[in-house]
Nanobody, 115 residues
């Protein structure tokens, strides 16, 4: 059974930082492309960042230069370091494989950027 457990969200002021973690189980993590996605109420879930097994990384234009994705294959965990947070980054953040699988979505972790 595949399971992704996201953590690390919270309330942060504009300009602040957070580090999200996603612990994966039930997949061969080391060969899986992993991604971070986010969703706000009333909007479609959107791509944030992805990292391939070979290390190639891609970011959404809206987070380039501020967010950094990384992975630890020994811990089956993918991370998202978020710096320079803006109010528009407020969302529930999820991880999933890339391309995403509909039945792999976890509960996500809420990030709220507000003063």
């Amino acid at each position: 059974q595949v399971q992704f457990v996201e953590s690390g969200g919270g309330l942060v002021q504009p300009g602040g930082s957070l580090r999200l973690s996603c612990a994966a189980s039930g997949i061969i993590f080391s060969i899986s492309a992993m991604g971070w996605y986010r969703q706000t109420p009333g909007k479609e879930r959107e791509f944030v960042a992805r990292i391939f097994s070979g290390g190639e990384i891609n970011y959404a234009d809206s987070v380039k230069g501020r967010f950094s994705i990384s992975r630890d294959n020994a811990k089956n965990t993918v991370y998202l370091q978020m710096n320079g947070l803006k109010s528009e980054d407020t969302a529930v953040y999820y991880c999933n494989v890339f391309p995403t699988r509909a039945n792999y979505w976890g509960k996500g972790t809420l990030v709220t950027v507000s003063s």
